[in-house]
Structures are given as C-alpha cells and as structure tokens.
C-alpha cells in the first residue's frame, strides 16, 4: 500500500507550551452536544460477571467501515477526543464506535474486576462482535493514551493471523514502556498535578467498587494512595498475576509486543508529551516492528495537538484544528481506499 504522507503539525500560538497544550486539549470547548445525543448506547457481556458499555453512530450502509476507539486513563466514551473523533471519521463515511473499557463510563457496577495497560478481552469482546454480526469490509481500531496500549496488546494477540477485515491500528500519546512513563509521572509539580487527577478517578472508581463487591474491596479501598506505584502494588499487579507494581510496569509494556502486530498501524506522538517519553527501548520497539510507523511532531502534548489552523494538503483537508484527531480519520480512510482499490 502507499505510504502517505501527511500535514506538518503547526501549534496553536498560544499553546506552545507542552502543559498548556495538554490542558488545552483536554478543557477546550468543542460544538459536540448534538452529536453525542444521536448516538446509541448498547452492551456486551465480556463473559459472566462483566459488561462493556460502547456508544454507536451507525452509518445508512450497513457494509460501512467501522472504527472502533477506546479511551485513555479514567477517561470515557465521553471524553472529548473520543467524541471529536468519532464526530469527524462519522462525517467521513464511517460507523464508530467508542468504547468504555470495564469500570469506565460508569460501569464500575458490570464487573467485579479492574483493568490494566494490558486487558485485552474487553476490545477483543467488541471486535468479536463486529466480525460476527456487522457485514463492513474494512475495521480499524485506535487508541488514545492507555487506551492506545489495550489495543496493541488486543490486535498482538492475533499475532500473524489477524481477521481479513482488521485494516490498520492507530494510536496518539500512547505509553509504550510503562516504566519510563511511571517514573516521569512521579517527578516535577505539574506531572504530580496529573498524576493527582488520575488517582482521583481511581478513587471515585474505588469508592463505588467497595460499595458494589464489599466482599472483594473494604470500606477504605479508596483511601490512603500516594501515587501510582502505591495504588498498582495495592490493586493492579495482584489482580493481573504480577508480584508488585514495579513487574507490571514492565511485563505489561506494550514495546515487547509491537513487533507482534500483523497490521499496519500509525503511532502518533509529541517529542514534548509531559509523562510519556519515548526512550530508548520504545524506540527500538518501534524499529525493529515492521508494520509500525511513528509520526512524531515537535509540539502536541499529550492528548493535544490543537493546530494554528485546520491542515489542507493536495488529498486531504482537515475538518478542524485537532490535528492528530484528524490524522487518525486520514490513515484510515486512506488505507480502506488502498485497501478496496488492491482487492478491485
């Protein structure tokens, strides 16, 4: 297929600084109500004790391409730039879905587990579904943040036999080495600052955990967490098999299983994301994946790149200034029309 080449990414002016882009990015207004009210909640049992949430914008054309996004750290199928995804690759022809990851979305009732930077069975319940009751031709999967790390491990586990209608994978500001990106997170004022938001979704999830299963979470799971490594080494790693926080950082990275991925995939990164650096060893992961491609900009963030303008190239032009949101939209669109024009 043809490797495309896409707009340079120009930050807004004012949103130059790394923490201001990802603040930005995560608290500007966007004209997104409407759409969010057409959508279509629906369920899916993950196996007997749990159930996802995913919300649909479904095309006319039942054979439409679909594509599927899943969120990020205690985000939602309601964040915005699930929903400014969604809005954008729905205008262009597709069906989404936005999914919401177990004890996401307020389905902290569903299931009596928790999830990780490596739970595959949740997206694998959805694509299951989709394989097996949607006639689309053409499915691509992305990830933002954490999410992005669901969905490398869920299409690795598919190793060299993937479904022919999994088309391409895409990622933006994905941990690739959850020990590099844990280490940032616990240094400097404004990544404890983040680092302080996600523990305080992890303990409104908590709370309503204790209150649901008391028999698995006392009272007081929801209190006494510093950071990170003291709710991982608490919750996480036990639930997952590991022996404390520090061997799930790094047995769950998702750079030791890049190069398992037998689709193409787009990982979008900022070299100034405030906590999730690409080291060495991502790097080299992303070297030695020969399916993988990174497209990295200067400025962006995390979760940001909010452009000094919508981006116009000779094939494509941007339906806003969320850049990397747009450029997800693109690689898919472009790979399903390579895609249909090498099978015609």
Same mark, same amino acid.
């Given at each position: 297929?043809?490797?495309?080449?896409?707009?340079?990414?120009?930050?807004?002016? !004012?949103?130059?600084?790394?923490?201001?882009?990802? &603040?930005?990015?995560?608290?500007?207004?966007?004209?997104?109500?409407?759409?969010?009210? !057409?959508? %279509?909640?629906?369920?899916?049992?993950?196996?007997?004790?749990?159930?996802?949430?995913?919300?649909?914008h479904?095309?006319?054309?039942?054979?439409?391409?679909?594509?599927?996004?899943? #969120?990020?750290?205690?985000?939602?199928?309601?964040?915005?730039?699930m929903?400014?995804?969604?809005?954008?690759?729905? @205008?262009?022809?597709?069906?989404?879905?936005?999914?919401?990851?177990?004890?996401?979305?307020?389905? %902290?009732?569903?299931?009596?587990?928790?999830?990780?930077a490596?739970?595959?069975?949740? !997206?694998?319940?959805?694509?299951?579904?989709v394989?097996?009751?949607?006639?689309?031709?053409? &499915?691509?999967?992305?990830?933002f943040?954490?999410?992005?790390?669901?969905?490398?491990?869920?299409?690795?586990?598919?190793?060299?036999?993937?479904?022919?209608? +999994?088309? /391409?994978?895409?990622?933006?500001?994905?941990?690739l080495?959850?020990?590099?990106?844990? /280490?940032?997170? #616990?240094?400097?004022?404004?990544?404890?600052?983040?680092?302080?938001?996600?523990?305080?979704?992890?303990?409104?999830?908590?709370?309503?955990?204790?209150?649901?299963?008391?028999?698995?979470?006392?009272? @007081?799971?929801? $209190?006494?967490?510093?950071?990170?490594?003291?709710?991982?080494?608490?919750?996480?790693?036990?639930?997952?098999?590991?022996?404390?926080?520090? %061997?799930?950082?790094?047995?769950?990275?998702?750079? #030791? &299983? !890049?190069?398992? &991925?037998?689709?193409?995939?787009? +990982?979008?990164?900022? =070299?100034?994301?405030?906590?999730? *650096?690409?080291?060495?060893a991502?790097?080299?992961?992303?070297?030695?994946? *020969?399916?993988? $491609?990174?497209?990295?900009?200067k400025?962006?963030? #995390?979760?940001?790149?909010?452009a000094?303008?919508?981006?116009?190239?000779?094939?494509?032009?941007?339906? @806003? $200034?969320?850049?990397? =949101?747009?450029?997800?939209?693109?690689?898919?669109?472009?790979?399903?029309? /390579?895609r249909?024009?090498?099978?015609?």
């Amino acid at each position: 297929m043809e490797r495309r080449s896409f707009a340079p990414f120009y930050p807004h002016p !004012l949103l130059r600084d790394r923490h201001v882009m990802t &603040i930005a990015g995560a608290k500007l207004p966007r004209p997104m109500k409407l759409f969010v009210e !057409l959508g %279509e909640d629906f369920w899916l049992n993950v196996n007997a004790e749990t159930r996802i949430r995913c919300e649909a914008h479904w095309q006319p054309r039942y054979d439409a391409p679909v594509m599927i996004l899943v #969120h990020g750290l205690s985000g939602s199928s309601a964040s915005p730039y699930m929903i400014g995804t969604a809005q954008k690759a729905f @205008d262009a022809g597709w069906t989404v879905l936005r999914l919401n990851i177990r004890n996401c979305g307020g389905t %902290e009732k569903e299931t009596p587990t928790l999830y990780s930077a490596h739970l595959t069975e949740d !997206l694998r319940t959805v694509l299951d579904w989709v394989l097996r009751t949607h006639s689309a031709s053409s &499915i691509c999967v992305a990830g933002f943040s954490l999410g992005g790390s669901i969905v490398l491990h869920t299409l690795a586990e598919y190793g060299e036999t993937p479904p022919d209608q +999994l088309v /391409a994978v895409a990622t933006c500001s994905t941990p690739l080495n959850l020990v590099a990106s844990t /280490a940032e997170l #616990h240094s400097g004022v404004m990544n404890r600052f983040y680092m302080k938001l996600f523990l305080d979704g992890f303990v409104r999830s908590m709370r309503t955990k204790s209150k649901e299963y008391p028999e698995l979470y006392p009272y @007081d799971a929801s $209190r006494g967490y510093r950071d990170f490594y003291t709710f991982d080494s608490q919750w996480t790693a036990p639930a997952f098999g590991f022996k404390d926080a520090n %061997e799930y950082y790094e047995k769950a990275s998702a750079c #030791h &299983i !890049l190069h398992k &991925i037998a689709v193409p995939g787009l +990982l979008i990164h900022a =070299e100034d994301d405030p906590f999730v *650096p690409y080291n060495e060893a991502s790097m080299k992961a992303i070297e030695e994946s *020969p399916n993988m $491609r990174l497209l990295m900009t200067k400025y962006g963030g #995390h979760n940001g790149f909010f452009a000094a303008t919508a981006a116009t190239t000779e094939h494509w032009r941007d339906a @806003d $200034r969320w850049w990397a =949101e747009n450029r997800i939209v693109e690689y898919f669109t472009g790979m399903v029309v /390579a895609r249909s024009a090498a099978l015609d």
